[in-house]
């Protein structure tokens, strides 16, 4: 196996292999067994790797236990079964969607068949509702994780900072950005990190997707002083602009993204219809998903929304006839 695991799968490969082995295991078994451990490093890359990932264990509060030996090449590693168990796990209908969800985001990972086997076993007690229309099409919203998002994890939970390309929204142009990370935020389907952009030392907002190339994450563990009290709303109001009240009418049972995150108004616009409304802030993302909802969705306001979403559709338009056109002749 080598190397090019993420950290959190190579964690959690460490827990499984450390809570079902029949004894211990010492640091030359981890490194041959475990996916995402290199077999081929050197001995002092192996040992910051294996370090910093049972100090990771230790702050997620897994009880690693470590047997000491005569000899430094026998010391052994286990996981306290006792304390690592937990009693009858009882979902709410609720816990039980977020867990669903939760699992969507090991999707085309090597952990994948894992995630579904645990939630399989969570199945088998569970008797409630599983299909919440709270919940409805927010699935497919956090499969699309930028490849930005596990450095982004990393940096957070081990107190480090992270250098990155960013593209502005504004100009399209790029930057070489160095952020001390406070929180990772998902909001209207999107990720989005709040932290301290360390050259003009400003809180900023930074969209996950706009993050161009490879993400670094920089210096020692606890580096990073991250604030317990930190305003996400007011950082993220600031940073997406004024917003406006769109209103809009929806075919039932279509745009269930749509309907996750508005508002329903008792105002019955268009026949057979209902009417939402959600907030605005200008972006061209809710003008691209208005127009793939098509016939479902029907914007009743603001006119600029409006006026931008049937643009949208009528240059999608030109562009399929175009193409049955060439295929034609």
């Not at 997620?60 to 286990?78: F, K, M, N, Q, S």
């Not at 699992?103 to 509702?129: D, I, M, N, P």
């Not at 099409?137 to 930005?148: E, F, I, K």
Request: hydrophobic fraction near 40%; charged fraction near 25%; glycine fraction near 10%.
């Amino acid at each position: 196996m080598n190397g090019s695991l993420p950290a959190a799968e190579r964690l959690l490969n460490l827990v499984i292999a450390l809570r079902n082995t029949t004894g211990r295991m010492t640091r030359r078994e981890i490194q041959e067994k475990v996916a995402g451990y290199p077999r081929d490093a050197r001995p002092s890359a192996f040992e910051r790797m294996f370090e910093r990932d049972k100090e990771m264990l230790r702050d997620l509060g897994i009880p690693l236990i470590t047997e000491d030996a005569a000899h430094p090449e026998d010391v052994g590693y286990r996981i306290d079964h006792a304390s690592y168990s937990l009693g009858d796990v009882r979902l709410t209908p609720e816990e039980f969607s977020l867990v669903t969800i939760a699992t969507s985001l090991w999707r085309e990972t090597s952990v994948e068949s894992l995630s579904h086997r645990a939630l399989t076993k969570l199945r088998t007690g569970y008797h409630g509702q599983e299909d919440l229309q709270l919940l409805t099409g927010v699935v497919p919203s956090l499969r699309d994780v930028s490849g930005a998002y596990e450095p982004v994890v990393t940096a957070l939970a081990g107190g480090r900072s992270l250098r990155f390309t960013y593209r502005s929204a504004h100009s399209g142009s790029l930057r070489l950005r160095t952020v001390d990370p406070w929180r990772l935020v998902l909001r209207d389907g999107n990720w989005y990190l709040v932290g301290r952009d360390v050259d003009v030392d400003q809180p900023r907002v930074f969209k996950l997707s706009r993050i161009a190339g490879r993400v670094q994450v920089l210096g020692p563990p606890g580096s990073v002083d991250i604030p317990e009290v930190c305003d996400v709303d007011a950082l993220m109001g600031a940073a997406r602009g004024p917003s406006s009240v769109a209103v809009v009418g929806v075919r039932p049972g279509s745009a269930p993204r749509l309907v996750a995150r508005s508002t329903r108004v008792d105002q019955p616009v268009v026949d057979g219809f209902l009417t939402f409304e959600c907030l605005w802030h200008g972006e061209a993302q809710l003008v691209e998903e208005l127009a793939a909802y098509g016939d479902g969705v029907v914007v009743l306001s603001p006119p600029v929304l409006r006026d931008a979403v049937i643009a949208k559709l009528v240059g999608v338009t030109r562009v399929v006839g175009s193409q049955e056109g060439e295929r034609r002749g």
